[in-house]
């Protein structure tokens, strides 16, 4: 996925009011301000679960099938 494609996301989402954080490589790269190598995936939460878990898949991205919300 493509830095752009990671803003197009996050425009859609923040849109729908969900309020995304983005994590792990990605959210370092966005604090530098440059992409410091390439990303295989992207760590995302937001407050409404639902909303974002919808949007991922219309951008042909999937959640691993292990994969539990904290609560």
Excluded: C, N
């Amino acid at each position: 996925m493509s830095a752009q494609a990671v803003l197009e996301l996050l425009d859609v989402i923040i849109e729908t009011g969900a309020d995304p954080w983005v994590d792990g490589g990605r959210g370092v790269d966005a604090l530098l301000e440059e992409q410091t190598r390439s990303h295989s995936d992207l760590d995302l939460t937001a407050k409404d679960r639902s909303d974002v878990v919808a949007l991922v898949g219309r951008f042909g991205l999937h959640l691993p099938a292990a994969y539990e919300p904290l609560r």
